[in-house]
Nanobody, 119 residues
Framework: QVQFVESGGGLVQPGGSLRLSCAAS????????MGWYRQAPGKQRELVAR???????NYADSVKGRFTISRDNAKNTVYLQMNSLKPEDSAVYYC?????????????WGQGTQVTVSS
């Protein structure tokens, strides 16, 4: 059974940093491209960072230069280092494969981790 367990979120002041972690089940991290997604209230979920099996990374323009995605295949874990955080980065953050993992005909998501950037 697939699992994505996100952690590391919290409340941080503008300009601060957080490091998110996502522990995935099995060997998903080493097999698939992985991404970090976020969803703010009233907005659609968006892909903010992505890392391919070969290590190539790309980012949404809104986070480029501030966020860094990485993966540890041995630990089946994906990370998102977030620096210079802004209030508009506040959202629930999720990790998933890219394309999104489908189970039983539905997109499968973990519980996510809340990031709040506020003074």
């Amino acid at each position: 059974q697939v699992q994505f367990v996100e952690s590391g979120g919290g409340l941080v002041q503008p300009g601060g940093s957080l490091r998110l972690s996502c522990a995935a089940s099995g060997s998903i991290v080493s097999i698939y491209a992985m991404g970090w997604y976020r969803q703010a209230p009233g907005k659609q979920r968006e892909l903010v960072a992505r890392v391919e099996r070969g290590g190539y990374r790309n980012y949404a323009d809104s986070v480029k230069g501030r966020f860094t995605i990485s993966r540890d295949n041995a630990k089946n874990t994906v990370y998102l280092q977030m620096n210079s955080l802004k209030p508009e980065d506040s959202a629930v953050y999720y990790c998933n494969t890219d394309p999104i993992w489908v189970a039983g005909g539905f997109d499968f998501w973990g519980q996510g981790t809340q990031v709040t950037v506020s003074s």
